[in-house]
């Protein structure tokens, strides 16, 4: 059937409700109309991400039972046990979230799976602690992170915790996409098997955190008198975040107006803490209090967006990968301090993440691993350690404001980057100095870096289609200089390949997927990939300098160059 075919199926089949009838049938825009009927919403290793409403191509409960359907399809696969250790899922604040929980989990019980339903909003690094702490076989998380109020989005992961693997996504695609008819998918949402997740679980993972602590000293001086403001942007953070926080003695004010569970995110254009705006009713509170300090937590809270007061008393907000060279200069000085750095410490970053870390773990002889984008990835390397000894996990980062220290979860915690960030506060305060002067003293020992990703966005029914046609384009062109930087390499890593401006091709051994990456004289780079979970095209640029005004003539030079082969 072509999309007005099944706009008309859809809109006249008695299995759909009322209010999603009504919701069809009062579309007039023909484009809307095949946006909705003329593509499937695509489940990828990320799970699916998309506009909340009726269609093949939305999220609705229709799409959240098919792709439940199928995972149901995928554990019954497995050893018989499965199906007793269940899944668990957890939701944030987002519409629908709450609804979407429920349908996943009936659809599990008809199925005859348990579910674990948290019974409220609870975040993504809980969610990969209670996989594991329940032995359970996967997990589920509806969430769409960061994205605008209009987007919800259903994530999986595997019995480690981790989202799950690309080998596993793709065998539960198979069963998924065999499933056509959406609206035959029912679920048993009354069923005993769809069962509470035990509040000892909340404890439990608080309790983990608090062994993750790092200078119980300074806390225990500086943490009560500490002046540091906290918004869980309308998101699911606020319970947990400031359940650890007092649990440390750390006192925080919190910005009271965006405590509520809002689903549109009243008080931001968009709920993504990477952005000043995000932070700005933060920052006008600190303002007020004189406080040195604010944090901000996605809807999902696996975000942490950080902002500073600088030299001159103006609030500075940090880029993901200045929390992270912060973070991991904090955690490495502190582990050796106390004479607890493993001596096979390692660290995990993605590979569009600044190339300062490297500087800063080959100063504290720790190793330094790179992955593709995707904390699952990072999530790979901790299970990989565990099973052969070989590494000892300390810290990993996401340039996209993710980080994670311990093992408790296997996907970025914006709980314990919290936790750490304000010790980190109360340490450097004891020092008698900021954590922007420290973040100074790092660009004066390793040189000045400027980490920058610019987005650009696409549109329409062939967006995702369009963006990956534009990179598989790059591979194509030979580049030799960005703004008079010259190109060393190129990591085409579709292929899993180096090529050397020489032309010496050696292998990446990393995780495949589209992207290309431009290695530039200097340790400089380039990268650009298309967004796994919204159309945006990707462009990321790391560029060393003499000082902040020469970093930023060099990358508009370099950006200028890269568009016009874009």
Known sequence: MNYKQLYESWLNDSRLSAEDRAELAALTDEKEIEYRFGGELAFGTAGMRGIIGCGINMMNVYTVRRATQGLSEYIGTLPAEAKERGVVISYDTRFGSARFARAAAGVLAKNGIKAYLFERVHPVPMLSYAVRRLNAICGIMITASHNPKQYNGYKVYGEDGAQMSPEATDVVVGFIEKITDYLSVTGDEESPLIVPVPASVDDDYIEELSKLTLSEEAV?????????????????????????????????????????????????????????????????????????????????????????????????????NQVGILLLDYILTRLKEEGSLPANAAVVKSFVSTGMARAICEDFGVALFETPVGFKFIGEKIKEWEQDGSHTFVFGFEESCGYLRGTHARDKDAVVASMLCAEMVCYYTMKGKTVYRRLMEIYAKYG???????????????????????????????????????????????????????????????????CVYYELEGGNFVCVRPSGTEPKLKLYFSVRAKDEAAAEAMLGRIHADVSAIL
Request: glycine share 8%; net charge negative.
């Open 220 to 320: 225990k001086a500086c943490g009560k008198d500490l002046k540091l403001v906290y918004t869980p942007v309308h998101g699911s953070g606020y319970v947990p975040v400031m359940r650890i926080l007092q649990k440390l003695g750390i006192h925080v004010t919190v910005v009271e107006e965006q405590t509520a569970e809002d689903p549109a995110f009243s008080t931001v254009a968009v709920p993504n803490p990477e952005f000043k705006e995000t932070l700005s009713m933060g920052i006008e509170l600190a303002n007020r209090i004189k406080a040195d300090v604010v944090f901000g937590t996605d809807p999902d809270s696996d975000r942490l967006g950080v902002a500073v007061k600088d030299d001159e008393g103006e609030f500075h907000a940090l880029s993901g």
């Open 448 to 514: 000045y870096v400027l980490d920058r990703n610019i987005s650009i966005q696409y549109k329409g029914l062939n967006a995702m289609k369009e963006m990956n046609a534009t990179v598989d384009a790059l591979k194509t062109r030979k580049a030799e200089a960005f703004g008079g930087i010259r190109v060393e390499a190129v990591r085409d890593y579709s292929k899993d390949v180096r090529i050397a401006a020489d032309g010496t091709v050696t292998a990446l051994h990393i995780p495949k997927c589209n």
